[in-house]
């Protein structure tokens, strides 16, 4: 049952009254142009409401639980230089810094432009025609939105862009960090746009990972268009910590024979639910959706996928890894649509779950939908402990206990962050997670 | 070295008894064939030495350079000195050769207060061992025992043994799938690694190893006793007549 938005103590009602101060304070009486999609995400919002009880898309994240507190809607002390980051290492040319969703030119360091003819910054002051760019953050697709997309649309004051022009590639990977200001409960709704033209190619890495040590709660939203021909390697890292929360969507839109290939890293928080939505709507794409999600504590992680094969002809490889111990609990629901006009279609997944400890909870579920008769598609789910005769392997040649089982748990998340072709990317994660296993095994 | 005393071991699921009072006295510099049926209890008696779960000892005792070998970790049996070649070695996906040979040399050498191997001194010993059993060098990279043919993955057990320099060797059927060549390998390393401070426990099915390995002792394991125990030549008499010759019997068990 959705409560009644006309009860002032709803849940929903906090949101709608802190939306209309918001955008009264973003137009300030003028249009600023999203007007009318900041009204289109409102409507939304209040008629769907948030998650209702039992729905089965929040089976098992009964959101409600966590946003029964009182939110701060506004910006907290910014930060006058850049926190340190265990994923970033050195700054390069390539770095976009947002906070609270808003991008600070004096904290990023981007490309003149004899170097990069595209663009990467706030919204409002790309040049990109304001149609296309409507265009572009309108493209949701109908079968995976949800409450929380048309809230963040209807908060929306700026956000990031980043266009990668025809035919031009980003010469390091581009690296975006997300922080969250100091204010407590702050409830922060940012957006990211990326457009990478046809025949482009780049490496992005979107990092989440800055730890306040305070309450956050980010509702994020990340658009990515992939034009044809083109070639998108895109990482997304959340690690802020035991009391942050996140609520994302990724909408990955991709034009023919183009490529995207995404990694999924989640190392902790209190809550975590992404949607990781592909749509490739064109023939000849290729979709590499993959993840690794590291469950420790109380933390509790859902990850939702859908990949919607929309067109003929198109691959899609899909590989989620996870690691839940203590009294954490994830849930992968991995869903895989097949129109009926998208033949030859080849679609496999695979989810692996080690489970650590008696408390810890895991739920898998794979969903195949194929409509069309030509198709390969294959899917696995298995979730188990550590392999008792592995480990006896091990220690019978002399490997103590915790040391044996960090080797195991290693090796386990080995494959999926190899997946990783940024090599500093990859050879950072693998170090984290190694250094996070030997203190779960420790 | 070893002292094993009317041993009664179950398995912990569902109560079976496999060793029915087994009674085996090994000294250092020592080998010992021990040769049985199937589902004599061979397997059995390897695995409770090495500290494999799912059994449990009912009766008797294992008394390891004179201390109680049960209630040992496996990791502290193998850093004690017990080393067990697998039957089925296991594969280690994502897990490398050198990184898993690393952890296990380093840490049995700690524990024997010897220094610890650097990498370039680790990578040394590890081709040279290597040559012992004619393993190809480039496997450090490899995941342990992962797409290893039968014949590598029992002769990268012995590889493992001669790393780690065990007082006590056990093999559990280290000749079972090998041709006559990778036999002939894999027993010239055993022999290279004999000496008058470490013993071998070597369970076999066949006689054909013990062509190349001469034993010291054989026993012969039945229903979980040891009903025969002989020189080098009772394989050779098992060899030409069998196991049916030997009935359980009800009467003590030899002891070596």
Redesign the interface.
Known sequence: MIPSLDDNNSLEAQFLVAQALVAASATNGQTDGFDAFREAGRIRFSSQGFPAPRTELWKYTPVRRWLKTDFSFDSGVGFSELPSSEYRGDIGSYHAVCVDGIFIPSLSSIPDKDEFEGYIGAISKAKMPLDRLLSHLETINPRTETAFDALNQSFFQDGLLVHIPHDTELAEPLYITNLVTSGSNAFMQPRTLIVAESASKGAIIDLRDHDSGITTFENSVTQIHVGSGAQLDYYHVFDRGPLSHLIRKLNVYQEADSTCSTNELILSGALVRTDLNFLPDGEGCTTNLNGFYLAQSDTHIDVHTMVDHAKPDCVSNELFKGIIGDTATAVFNGRVLVRQDAQRINAYQSNRNIVLSDTAKMFSKPELEIYADDVKCSHGATTGQI????M??????????S??RN??L???A??VLALVSVDSLRERLQEIVAERLRKQSG | MLEIKNLHVSIEDDGTEILKGVTLTVNAGEVHAIMGPNGSGKSTLASVL????GYVVTEGSVIYKGVDLLDM???K???EGV??A?QY??E????SMA???R??VN??RE?RNQKVLSAMEFLKLMKEKAQLVQLDPSLKQR?VNEGFSGGEKKRNEIF?LAM?EPTLAILDETDSGLDIDALRVVSEGINSLRSSDRAFVIITHYQRLLDYVIPDFVHVLVDGRIVESGGKELALKLEDQGYDWLKPTESDPITA
């Open positions: 392999d008792s005769e592995a006896f392997y091990l220690r019978s040649r002399g490997i103590k206990e040391v044996a080797l195991l290693q090796a386990f080995a494959d | 090495a500290g494999r779960d970790a496996p990791d049996r193998a850093r080393f067990l697998f070695p296991v280690l996906p994502g897990v990184n898993f040979l952890q296990a840490s049995v524990h995941a493992q780690l």
